[in-house]
T-cell receptor, first 115, second 110 residues
């Protein structure tokens, strides 16, 4: 099993550009989520999905879109990048979602810089 | 409302002495609680989780945590710190959403 994979590992964008961060898992997990990690802020939930075709907003959803057309993939789209979106982004998956005691498996992260 | 508070942003202990990382939570229901660890420039790894089966939970690398409903706390402890424990630790509550605390950076002094 590859687990949770993320691409790219590093990305530099100019303000206003758009891009998609890719996330895939091969564990047949129903629940997937995206977080951003900033110094002193922990991990903040951006969007999450409890299954194919179902997505919902997390704590900091503004400026980001997601879709979940398959169980395996959960891409995160930045519509118009801003310097405030400079961060490290983590994708995670688990067998179950909120309220469940299932472990989350994290990808290696994408370090994004917006200039 | 659901929330989690890690009471210390930094904790320093000497090698061989006990570790205490504090976490308080707020929840309307019976939440699931987790501790994750992140070593420098590494991904996140599960240390332990509370599943309501037992209030004292044992995890990997000698860590354990006690769920205290009356105090809404889930503090992480280890009897004897090792240099390899230096990392950032996150308390997580899973209820309506999965919410991370802001993290506690653990420093181990030789």
């Amino acid at each position: 099993n590859a687990g949770v994979t993320q691409t790219p590992k590093f990305q530099v964008l100019k303000t206003g550009q758009s891009m998609t961060l890719q996330c895939a898992q091969d564990m047949n997990h129903e629940y997937m989520s995206w977080y951003r990690q900033d110094p002193g802020m922990g991990l903040r939930l951006i969007h999450y999905s409890v299954g194919a075709g179902i997505t919902d907003q997390g704590e900091v959803p503004n400026g980001y879109n997601v879709s979940r057309s398959t169980t395996e993939d959960f891409p995160l789209r930045l519509l118009s990048a801003a310097p405030s979106q400079t961060s490290v982004y983590f994708c995670a998956s688990s067998r179950g979602g909120t309220g469940h005691s299932y472990e989350q498996y994290f990808g290696p992260g994408t370090r994004l810089t917006v200039t | 409302a659901q929330s989690v508070t890690q009471l210390d942003s930094h904790v320093s202990v000497s090698e061989g002495t006990p570790v205490l990382l504090r976490c308080n939570y707020s929840s309307s229901y019976s939440p699931s609680l987790f501790w994750y660890v992140q070593h420098p420039n590494k991904g996140l790894q599960l240390l332990l989780k509370y599943t309501s089966a037992a209030t004292l939970v044992k995890g990997i690398n000698g860590f354990e945590a006690e769920f205290k409903k009356s105090e809404t706390s889930f503090h992480l402890t280890k009897p004897s710190a090792h240099m390899s424990d230096a990392a950032e630790y996150f308390c997580v509550v899973s209820e309506v959403k999965i919410i991370f605390g802001k993290g506690t950076r653990l420093h181990i002094l030789p």
